[in-house]
């Protein structure tokens, strides 16, 4: 069963930063795109950022400017720093692997952003 294992959330103050973890086997991540998707309570998820095989980026218009999406291809793991967070970005952060290898999901960690 392919695990998607993410790291990396917890209480923050608005301002400050956070940065998000994903490791996910070499067979899915060498083939897929990664990307950082949220849930705030009530709420839909939403898709936060994607990052591409070919290293291309998109963000959704809530954050760009504030969180970076990036990969190491050596560690098989995908990075979501998040700077200048707000409280409404307060959410459970789900990693996602989606291509020819597959759909998958990570466990979510929660992000919560304090006024």
């Known amino acids: 069963q392919v695990q998607l294992v993410e790291s990396g959330g917890g209480l923050v103050q608005a301002g400050g930063s956070l940065r998000l973890s994903c490791a996910a086997p070499?067979?899915?991540?060498?083939?897929?795109?990664m990307a950082w998707y949220r849930q705030a309570p009530g709420k839909q998820r939403e898709l936060v950022a994607t990052i591409f095989r070919t290293g291309n980026t998109n963000y959704a218009d809530s954050v760009k400017g504030r969180f970076t999406i990036s990969r190491d291809n050596a560690k098989n793991t995908v990075y979501l720093q998040m700077n200048s967070l707000k409280p409404e970005d307060t959410a459970v952060y789900y990693c996602?692997?989606?291509?020819?290898?597959?759909?998958?999901w990570g466990q979510g960690t929660q992000v919560t952003v304090s006024s």
């Open positions: 996602n692997s989606v291509g020819p290898g597959g759909n998958y």
């Open positions: 070499e067979s899915i991540f060498r083939v897929n795109a």
